[in-house]
């Protein structure tokens, strides 16, 4: 069974950034499609960026020039570079793997609470 692990939340100051790590237990490269999505206090979750293999990335529109989402399938890892936090980025990020051969097909990581405030 795969498992998918989130690090590198935390407080952060309006403006600032952080780096979110994924890793994944076994081998990346099995999963078609990796994302991140987050949900904040009190809405649904919500999809923020996708990276399709081979290399096709994708973003919702309000972290467009802002986030970055990258994986290392030699690492095993994905990434979600975010800068410019605002506040309304205050949510809990969760890691998200399909694989289209694997049983199941979706996974999910336990998520990881970043927090934007002065």
């Known amino acids: 069974q795969v498992q998918l692990v989130e690090s590198g939340g935390g407080l952060v100051q309006p403006g600032g950034s952080l780096r979110l790590s994924c890793a994944a237990s076994g081998t990346m490269s099995v999963f078609d499609t990796m994302a991140w999505y987050r949900e904040a206090p009190g809405k649904q979750r919500e999809w923020v960026a996708s990276?399709?293999?081979?290399?096709?990335?994708n973003y919702v529109d309000s972290v467009k020039g802002r986030f970055t989402i990258s994986r290392d399938n030699g690492k095993n890892t994905m990434y979600l570079q975010m800068t410019s936090l605002q506040p309304e980025d205050t949510a809990i990020y969760y890691c998200?793997?399909?694989?289209?051969?694997?049983?199941?097909?979706?996974?999910w990581g336990q998520g990881t609470q970043v927090t934007v405030s002065s």
């Open positions: 990276a399709i293999l081979p290399a096709k990335f």
């Open positions: 998200y793997a399909y694989g289209r051969r694997l049983t199941p097909t979706v996974y």
